[in-house]
């Protein structure tokens, strides 16, 4: 392999971001995981901390602050996910849940899909 310049692929080391300390209290679950919000702007809000690695090895770190009823607004709008696939990459296949299965959980209808294939474009020739 190495007369041939080949290398075996090295998968990276994943990034620890968060060392938990034993000793540390845990927080209290204040609302008891319902998520659900019953008016804007004060009800439910949730955050999500991700890290982005940068080149360098060092990590850009992204808060947000999910406002809840937001989420209510968006769905109406969006209408049905009837036949969506919800995949949290955190496994090897995609998963469709329960909610997504059941259309008429879906407060608004959605057209159906288009029925005809969807075709590529061949970026190669197909001669021999």
Known sequence: ?????????????RVRTTVLEPADQTVPDLIKRDFT?????????????T?????????????TVIDRDRDRDRDRDRGSLAGAISDSHHGTRPRTTPALQDPSASPSPRAPPDPRPTTRSRSRSTRP
């Open 37 to 49: 919000a019953l008016a804007p702007n004060h009800q439910r809000y949730v955050g999500d901390i």
């Open 1 to 13: 392999m190495r007369a041939a310049s080949i290398a075996g692929y090295v998968k990276k080391r």
């Open 51 to 63: 890290y982005l690695p940068l080149a360098g090895g060092s990590n850009l770190y992204r808060a």
